[in-house]
């Protein structure tokens, strides 16, 4: 069985937020967005759904039929350099996952597992000569600035996944 992907965008009080659900259907997608916000305990003005699968642009299309042809129901991110990606385990909320780098920097990833986060960040932080650097994860969260923590959970709850870095005029942005 192929599934569909549907862009979700929801309305809650105080901002829109916008997601991708991979269902065989809309009913069973409006389902999931149902128990995603139910999960994530999150009341909405309503949400609307819309098949998108068929209409992405090529540049988006990275791992999308691996994505309808062999992933379970569920939330789904796209991840620039790894293309799309499900939230395969049952994650209400993305993680943020600070890579500290031995002997380098430190870089923030948010992803719905430590096993996504390396994998992020083994495809986007190659050094010279393609080699990787050893590297520990920590929980994102601990040590950050109280200023850090602004708009984080909107980018936790749906994403996008994928490396992010803060600055302190415009906060968390997609690397």
């Not at 069973?28 to 998108?52: K, M, P, Y």
């Not at 049952?90 to 996952?97: A, I, Y």
């Not at 010279?128 to 600035?145: E, K, Q």
């Amino acid at each position: 069985m192929r599934f569909e992907l549907y862009k979700v965008e929801i309305t809650r009080a105080d901002r829109p937020v916008t997601g991708y659900v991979v269902a065989s259907d809309e009913q069973r997608a409006s389902e999931i967005v149902v128990e995603h916000e139910i999960g994530v305990n999150q009341q909405n003005q309503g949400f609307t759904l819309e098949r998108v699968d068929e209409t992405l642009p090529n540049d988006q299309r990275k791992g999308l039929d691996v994505l309808l042809e062999s992933a379970p129901a569920g939330i789904a991110s796209w991840c620039e350099p790894l293309g799309w990606i499900t939230h395969a385990e049952p994650v209400h909320k993305l993680h943020l996952f600070r890579i500290e780098e031995i002997g380098g920097e430190d870089r923030f990833i948010i992803a719905p597992s430590a096993d996504v986060a390396a994998r992020i960040h083994g495809v986007c932080a190659v050094g010279p000569d393609n080699a990787i650097s050893m590297f520990r994860i920590h929980d994102g969260l601990v040590g950050l600035r109280n200023e850090a923590l602004r708009g984080l959970p909107a980018l936790l709850e749906f994403g996008p996944v994928g490396m992010v870095s803060w600055d302190d005029k415009s906060g968390w942005s997609l690397d």
